[in-house]
């Protein structure tokens, strides 16, 4: 199993364009082939808009979006389901987001 973080900066805006190097950050990704992707600073993204795009041009049926109180969210995405996912964002600056996962035997918090 392979898992990569990734602080993507802003979202992957640049001149104020929103999306501008995603293609960069994609094909990044993809050569990591990665089972479970956790995106930095999804900054300003919404899950059925800008996370749902990402993910369906990875590939990954399974994405959450953390619930934060300022801009930067984080995202994971997974090819495999999680057994559980807690939002955490009171007492947090930003926001946490800690899921569970059963694969082959071994039991993983990914926090």
Not at 1 to 24: F, Q, V
Not at 68 to 91: D, E, M, W, Y
Request: proline share 5%; net charge positive.
């Amino acid at each position: 199993m392979k898992i990569l973080s990734y602080n993507i900066d802003h979202g992957g805006r640049e001149d104020n364009n929103p999306k501008r190097r995603w293609p960069k950050i994609i094909h990044a990704v993809k050569q990591e082939s990665p089972d479970i992707l956790v995106i930095l600073e999804a900054w300003r993204w919404r899950k059925n808009i800008a996370l749902a795009m990402f993910a369906k041009k990875l590939g990954y049926k399974h994405y959450f979006l953390s619930k934060s109180n300022t801009p930067h969210n984080i995202a994971l995405l997974c090819h495999i389901a999680p057994k559980k996912v807690i939002f955490h964002k009171k007492g947090f600056h930003h926001s946490l987001i800690v899921a569970y996962f059963s694969h082959k035997n071994h039991r993983f918090a990914l926090l």
